[in-house]
């Protein structure tokens, strides 16, 4: 088959609000559990270790330590299964996969938050009046 076929196919199963989420992030993902003729609600949290594949088999793996012991479990972006993904804070990485983290424990698995700098950045249109305010304040 062509790969313009499969696209198009694929395309009907591909969510529209599909998660912007990166490696390094801490997320919680949403997962629906079928118990029986019952569905809920489980929530999975940890921090997203890996992403790969493309279209409708992408797949990105969370990584969380319950009860001291390191828990994985990998997602389908686009699977039913997966009702929402919250993304609690952003972490700074400079690895596409975070397989390092499987041999940390205790503070040194943290990672650096991504937004960190963010509050003392200028911008370049505010720069000129907190000069001008600056220098009339002296005077």
Same mark, same amino acid.
């Given at each position: 088959m062509s790969d313009a076929l499969l696209a198009t196919v694929e395309k009907a199963h591909l969510k529209a609000d599909a998660p @912007? &989420?990166?490696?390094g992030d801490t997320v919680d993902?949403?997962? =629906?559990?079928? @118990? %029986? #003729? *019952?569905e809920r609600i489980q929530v999975f949290n940890g921090v997203v270790i890996k992403r790969q594949g493309k279209g409708a088999s992408e797949t990105f793996t969370v990584r969380r330590i319950v009860a001291n012991e390191g828990v994985e479990r990998t997602f389908l972006i686009h699977s039913p299964r997966v009702a929402k993904v919250d &993304? *609690?804070? %952003?972490g700074h990485v400079r690895r596409a996969k975070l397989y390092y983290l499987r041999d940390r424990v205790g503070k040194?698995?943290?990672?650096?938050?991504? =937004?960190? %700098?963010? #509050?003392? #950045?200028v911008t370049p249109e505010a720069a000129p009046e907190a000069v001008a305010t600056e220098t009339a304040a002296s005077e």
């Open positions: @912007e &989420i990166n490696v993902v949403h997962v =629906r559990i079928v @118990e %029986g #003729a *019952k &993304i *609690k804070r %952003g040194s698995r943290r990672l650096r938050d991504r =937004r960190r %700098g963010l #509050a003392v #950045a």
